[in-house]
Structures are given as structure tokens and as C-alpha cells.
């Protein structure tokens, strides 16, 4: 008998996909999309870009909220996957080990400072950060955790108690108790709190991926020595930052940061498979597996399953073989410059910043105060990077996203194997669109209002 006909069951559907996803996984997604005129139906990717229904191709600036670094449908990374499941590999053994997670292991860690040098593996970034948590708390004893406003780490409950964002936690409560958090940049109101000497970690986003907010200068580097001080374990968290998004492997080599805890995923997926890991030092390592009664303290089914791990050692091999790090840091520089000029050009564009192809412009209300900016806005907060996103999808065929709730900021994270040429074009069209939208015609202005739920 047959196994599943994948093509035959795609293309005997009838009906809309849309509308099958409203009816069984989330009508208010739908509701969403519908609203913002991003209810396409798509027919195929490849690299940095998507294709609709109807054979319109689209630029993904969006890039799967940072998992694609290595393009969509990456030749390689397939060829890779198929021949790992033509070889009838042993699989997930439970109580024994194989030799993918070994290799994989050895070649992030091959990556990283000498400091880190033990492997976690999970099937997702929140995952790596839950595994951040308890390991922090189990090896340093102590119990509070801190993070940054703003933060943001995963969905489930430990990372959400990490999260720095109302609009994530409200309704979720109780959080996790022993969570506190600090001004992102402020380093004395870090060590008021580290001083204490009962903080298991403090975990932060090198670039704080809602709103896209740089580090001050000095930030990361004292916050790590001040951790070191008062012995708490420095966690950095690279989930969106890693694999070459901001132009050098890990965002950390920035600032030439040692943490303790790295947790990492999205793009290691190579886009197909889901998988991360918790980065350590031996010494957290070890404080916690420390006996064989402990050997499985913290784990998961799933994980490392072999897919996963053939996906992270074809990316990386990919990200070396493309030079896709210093592609990134190419390609990031020529963006900031080509788009810093509209800082000048349109009062309505406060800040043009970022780092590698992680990228984001930031409006606020016009020097002359316009009415218009001043109903949207009151409409609801971030409304006008709507106005942006919404016709640059629609008539520029581009996919942007609103960096975070209520914020007017506009965030951009494709695909690193992106062109020049693709980058010249996003810079135009996003100029075009910001000329258009300042205007605020009436139009968008009912768009606007629309996607407020105010009509
Ligand atoms: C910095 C950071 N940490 C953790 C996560 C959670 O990862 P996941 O969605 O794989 O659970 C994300 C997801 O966007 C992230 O950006």
C-alpha cells in the first residue's frame, strides 16, 4: 500500500486554507491577517523569497521572525535531510547514545568562547531558556532570576516570567515567583539588585529583539563582570541574535562576552526542523549533573532527535561554505546606509538603526505635529507602522512586521543570502511607502482605524 501522497492531497484541495484554519486552528490569526491584507494563500519559497497563489513573487523581510538565515528551501540543507533519512539512522535511542548530537555539539561548541563547553539540546528557543533557568537555579542555589524590561524569551511559563512585556504576561498570571527585572542599559540598577548575592542568572537579549533596542555602550560587557561579582551566572540570550543574524556568529563577539549560558535555536533549524540548545560552562554543567542519580536532570523526548541535529551541522557548514556571517555584516552596513538618510528626509522618521541584517526604523510625531499622526496614534500606539507594512505588502510585495505591541517601530530580519540588489529595492519601496504614509490619506487613515478594532 501507498504511504501519504503529499502533492495529490495539496492539490485536491478545494477549498480555502484560510478558511480551514480559522475553522480549526485560530479565527482570530485569520482575523488578523485578513485585517492587514496579509491573507494570501502560498504556493512556494525558495531563499529570500515567498510566492503567492496567484504566482506573485514577495520579498520576506520577515524571514520566519529570524529562523531562515540560510534561506528558504536551502538546497543543501534538504539534500542533507534526505540523505540522513535514507540512511536509516538508529534514531533517538533513549538510553544510549548516536553520533549526530556528538558532532553537532562539538561543532557549535567548536564556535564559541572556551568557556562554554557543554551542550543541551531542545526542540525550541523557549525550551533552551527554560533549560537556562532551572540549570542556573539548580548549580548556583540561589533563586531569583533577573531579566530586562522589554525582554523577550518564549512563550512558556518559566521564559514568560522572564518576559518584560505586559502584553505577553497579563492574563497568564501567576508567574513564576523569584522574577524581577531591570531597566535594559541600566547598570546600577542591575547590581542594586545583584548585590544582594541571591540572584541564580541574569538573562538578556544582546539586542533586544521587540522594538529592536541596541545595547549602550559598555552595557554588556559591565553587566557580565558585575554578574562575575556577585556570583550570578551571565546568560546571554542568542535565539534570534545567532548564526550569523548580526553580521558575526554570535551577536556576543560584539562585545567580547564569555557567558555562562547561551541558549540558541530558530536558525540552527536550517528553516526545517526544529531544534536548540543551552550552551554552558562546564562548571554549570557539572554543579548540576553531578552524580550519575542526576545524569538526567533536565531533558526532553524529542530531543536531540537525529533530523535536528543533521539541520544544525548543514547549516553551519552552510553559514562557513556561503560566508553568510560576512555577507550579513555586508549586506547590514549597505541597509543602514541607504535607509539612515530618511532620518532626515521625513520628520515622521525618528531613528533608522541596527546591527548585520537585523534592522529596524522607529517613527514618532512630527516636529510640526500633524492631527493626523495624533488620531492614529490616540487611536491606538504604533498604528502608523501599520500604515507602512500593510502597503508595503500589499502594492510593494514585501514582507515587514511591527517589531512589538504598540510600538511604531518596523523590524526586518531576512533571509542572510538576501542580494544587493533585493536590498536596494527594500530601501527604495520602504521610502516610497513612508512618503505615502505621512501623507495619511483617508484611506489608510480607515485602514488604520479598522486595525484598531475602532471601525
Ligand atoms: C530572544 C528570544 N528568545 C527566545 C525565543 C523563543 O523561541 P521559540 O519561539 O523557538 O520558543 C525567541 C523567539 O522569538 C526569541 O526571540
Same mark, same amino acid.
Given at each position: 500500500?501507498?504511504?501519504?501522497?503529499?502533492?495529490?492531497?495539496?492539490?485536491?484541495?478545494?477549498?480555502?486554507?484560510?478558511?480551514?484554519?480559522?475553522?480549526?486552528?485560530?479565527?482570530?490569526?485569520?482575523?488578523?491577517?485578513?485585517?492587514?491584507? $496579509?491573507?494570501?494563500?502560498?504556493?512556494?519559497?525558495?531563499?529570500?523569497?515567498?510566492?503567492?497563489?496567484? #504566482?506573485?513573487?514577495?520579498?520576506?523581510?520577515?524571514?520566519?521572525?529570524?529562523?531562515?538565515?540560510?534561506?528558504? !528551501?536551502?538546497?543543501?540543507?534538504?539534500?542533507?535531510?534526505?540523505?540522513?533519512?535514507?540512511?536509516?539512522?538508529?534514531?533517538? *535511542?533513549?538510553?544510549?547514545?548516536?553520533?549526530?548530537?556528538?558532532?553537532?555539539?562539538?561543532?557549535?561548541?567548536?564556535?564559541?568562547?572556551?568557556?562554554?563547553?557543554?551542550?543541551?539540546?531542545?526542540?525550541?528557543?523557549?525550551?533552551?531558556?527554560?533549560?537556562?533557568?532551572?540549570?542556573?537555579?539548580?548549580?548556583?542555589?540561589?533563586?531569583?532570576?533577573?531579566?530586562?524590561?522589554?525582554?523577550?524569551?518564549?512563550?512558556?511559563?518559566?521564559?514568560?516570567?522572564?518576559?518584560?512585556?505586559?502584553?505577553?504576561?497579563?492574563?497568564?498570571?501567576?508567574?513564576?515567583?523569584?522574577?524581577?527585572?531591570?531597566?535594559?542599559?541600566?547598570?546600577?540598577?542591575?547590581?542594586?539588585?545583584?548585590?544582594?548575592?541571591?540572584?541564580?542568572?541574569?538573562?538578556?537579549?544582546?539586542?533586544?529583539?521587540?522594538?529592536? !533596542?541596541?545595547?549602550?555602550?559598555?552595557?554588556?560587557?559591565?553587566?557580565?563582570?558585575?554578574?562575575?561579582?556577585?556570583?550570578?551566572? $551571565?546568560?546571554?540570550?542568542?535565539?534570534?541574535?545567532?548564526?550569523?543574524?548580526?553580521?558575526?556568529? $554570535?551577536?556576543?563577539?560584539?562585545?567580547?562576552?564569555?557567558?555562562? *549560558?547561551?541558549?540558541?535555536?530558530?536558525? *540552527?533549524?536550517?528553516?526545517?526542523?526544529?531544534?536548540?540548545? *543551552?550552551?554552558?560552562?562546564?562548571?554549570?554543567?557539572?554543579?548540576?549533573?553531578?552524580?550519575?542519580? @542526576?545524569?538526567?536532570? @533536565?531533558?526532553?523526548?524529542?530531543?536531540?532527535?537525529?533530523?535536528?541535529?543533521?539541520? #544544525?551541522?548543514?547549516?553551519?557548514? &552552510?553559514?562557513?561554505?556561503?560566508?553568510?556571517?560576512?555577507?550579513?555584516?555586508?549586506?547590514?552596513?549597505?541597509? %543602514?546606509?541607504?535607509?539612515?538618510?530618511?532620518?532626515?528626509?521625513? &520628520?515622521?522618521?525618528?531613528?533608522?538603526? #541596527? %546591527?548585520?541584517?537585523?534592522?529596524?526604523?522607529?517613527?514618532?510625531? +512630527?516636529?510640526?505635529?500633524?492631527?493626523?499622526?495624533?488620531?492614529?496614534?490616540?487611536?491606538? +500606539?504604533? %498604528?502608523?507602522?501599520?500604515?507602512?507594512?500593510?502597503?508595503?505588502?500589499?502594492?510593494?510585495?514585501?514582507?515587514?512586521?511591527?517589531?512589538?505591541?504598540?510600538?511604531?517601530?518596523?523590524?526586518?530580519? +531576512?533571509?542572510?543570502?538576501?542580494?544587493?540588489?533585493?536590498?536596494? &529595492?527594500?530601501?527604495?519601496?520602504?521610502?516610497?511607502?513612508?512618503?505615502?504614509?505621512?501623507?495619511?490619506?483617508?484611506?489608510?487613515?480607515?485602514?488604520?482605524?479598522?486595525?484598531?478594532?475602532?471601525?
Amino acid at each position: 500500500m501507498a504511504g501519504l501522497d503529499v502533492k495529490a492531497l495539496l492539490d485536491s484541495r478545494d477549498d480555502d486554507d484560510l478558511e480551514r484554519w480559522a475553522k480549526t486552528i485560530n479565527p482570530q490569526f485569520v482575523r488578523v491577517l485578513r485585517t492587514i491584507g $496579509f491573507d494570501r494563500t502560498w504556493a512556494r519559497a525558495e531563499g529570500a523569497y515567498l510566492w503567492d497563489g496567484d #504566482g506573485n513573487r514577495y520579498l520576506d523581510m520577515l524571514g520566519g521572525f529570524g529562523m531562515y538565515n540560510v534561506g528558504r !528551501n536551502n538546497p543543501r540543507i534538504r539534500a542533507a535531510l534526505i540523505e540522513a533519512l535514507e540512511l536509516d539512522t538508529p534514531g533517538m *535511542l533513549a538510553m544510549g547514545v548516536t553520533a549526530l548530537p556528538g558532532l553537532l555539539a562539538e561543532a557549535l561548541l567548536a564556535r564559541t568562547p572556551p568557556r562554554l563547553e557543554r551542550c543541551l539540546f531542545t526542540n525550541s528557543g523557549t525550551e533552551a531558556v527554560e533549560a537556562a533557568l532551572k540549570l542556573g537555579r539548580a548549580a548556583t542555589k540561589r533563586t531569583r532570576v533577573l531579566s530586562a524590561d522589554h525582554g523577550f524569551h518564549g512563550l512558556t511559563l518559566g521564559s514568560l516570567s522572564a518576559s518584560g512585556d505586559a502584553a505577553f504576561t497579563a492574563r497568564f498570571g501567576p508567574l513564576l515567583p523569584g522574577f524581577e527585572r531591570v531597566p535594559f542599559g541600566d547598570l546600577a540598577a542591575l547590581e542594586s539588585e545583584l548585590r544582594r548575592e541571591d540572584v541564580a542568572l541574569f538573562i538578556v537579549e544582546p539586542i533586544q529583539g521587540k522594538g529592536l !533596542n541596541l545595547p549602550p555602550a559598555g552595557y554588556l560587557e559591565g553587566a557580565q563582570a558585575l554578574c562575575r561579582k556577585y556570583g550570578s551566572l $551571565f546568560c546571554v540570550d542568542e535565539v534570534q541574535t545567532g548564526f550569523g543574524r548580526t553580521g558575526t556568529m $554570535f551577536a556576543f563577539e560584539h562585545w567580547g562576552l564569555e557567558p555562562d *549560558l547561551v541558549p540558541v535555536a530558530k536558525s *540552527l533549524s536550517g528553516g526545517y526542523v526544529p531544534v536548540g540548545a *543551552l550552551l554552558m560552562s562546564r562548571k554549570v554543567h557539572e554543579a548540576v549533573f553531578d552524580s550519575m542519580e @542526576h545524569a538526567v536532570s @533536565h531533558g526532553s523526548t524529542f530531543a536531540p532527535n537525529e533530523l535536528g541535529m543533521v539541520a #544544525g551541522l548543514a547549516t553551519l557548514k &552552510e553559514l562557513d561554505d556561503e560566508q553568510l556571517v560576512e555577507r550579513s555584516a555586508r549586506l547590514g552596513t549597505r541597509l %543602514l546606509e541607504l535607509t539612515q538618510p530618511l532620518v532626515e528626509e521625513y &520628520e515622521v522618521v525618528h531613528e533608522v538603526r #541596527g %546591527l548585520g541584517l537585523m534592522w529596524a526604523i522607529e517613527f514618532g510625531e +512630527p516636529r510640526s505635529g500633524r492631527i493626523a499622526w495624533k488620531v492614529i496614534e490616540k487611536a491606538q +500606539p504604533g %498604528l502608523f507602522a501599520q500604515l507602512v507594512v500593510a502597503p508595503l505588502f500589499s502594492e510593494h510585495r514585501i514582507r515587514s512586521q511591527v517589531a512589538g505591541h504598540k510600538l511604531a517601530v518596523i523590524k526586518v530580519l +531576512p533571509p542572510l543570502v538576501i542580494t544587493e540588489d533585493d536590498i536596494d &529595492e527594500f530601501g527604495g519601496e520602504m521610502r516610497a511607502t513612508i512618503e505615502q504614509a505621512q501623507k495619511m490619506p483617508r484611506s489608510l487613515t480607515k485602514f488604520a482605524l479598522t486595525a484598531a478594532g475602532i471601525r
